[in-house]
């Protein structure tokens, strides 16, 4: 089957990377931004929350081997979707918990995946559907961060580890090189 492309905001770029870099059946993840106005925005703009766009990242998967249902049921489990224009200590439109469809059928995969992650959560869930927009890659040093700068960033140090765990926790069969009995 032909690479799929799934588009996901889940705060913070650098975070979401992280853990679904780690998956197999996962070819890239980009970080970059969508869902704004602006053309061409840098880093410096979208964190400025006057854009419009979110962090998000960009993930080519091989869907023989990882489902976009499974996807989106590894983002729901790894970021907190019941928060409004934030993750944790970041604040703005720019870090929603959003999905980006590609098509018709994603979208429907998408709302499939609110439903069956609802359950997991006291508050409702807050992620939004938003149309397929503009996609504009973040500057090189965003990218693949936690393997290279992120290991020496504090807020990194705190974050993204018990992303990591939860991931291993919940789908450790869906990580690269994870053996099964």
Not at 69 to 92: C, K, S, V
Not at 96 to 108: G, M, N, T, Y
Not at 114 to 128: G, L, Y
Not at 142 to 166: F, M, V
Request: proline share 6%; net charge negative; aromatic share 10%.
């Amino acid at each position: 089957m032909t690479d799929q492309t799934a588009i996901l905001a889940g705060g913070c770029f650098w975070c979401t990377e992280a853990v679904f870099g780690q998956l197999a059946g996962v070819k890239s993840v980009e970080s970059g931004y969508t869902g704004g106005d602006m053309v061409n925005p840098t880093y410096k703009q979208v964190c400025g929350g006057d854009t419009g766009h979110a962090e998000a990242i960009r993930i080519t998967f091989d869907p023989d081997v990882i489902s976009y249902g499974d996807l989106l049921d590894i983002f729901f489990a790894t970021h907190d979707p019941t928060q409004l224009n934030r993750q944790g200590g970041d604040i703005g439109t720019q870090y929603r918990s959003a999905i980006f469809p590609q098509d018709e059928a994603q979208a429907a995969e998408a709302r499939a995946a609110i439903a069956r992650a609802q359950p997991d959560f006291a508050a409702p869930i807050v992620t939004t559907l938003e149309p397929a927009a503009d996609w504009y890659s973040a500057e090189d040093y965003h990218q693949d961060y936690w393997s290279g700068e992120g290991q020496r960033n504090p807020y990194c140090q705190a974050t993204i580890p018990p992303k990591l765990a939860k991931l291993k926790k919940k789908f450790g069969e869906r990580v690269q090189g994870a053996t099964t009995a």
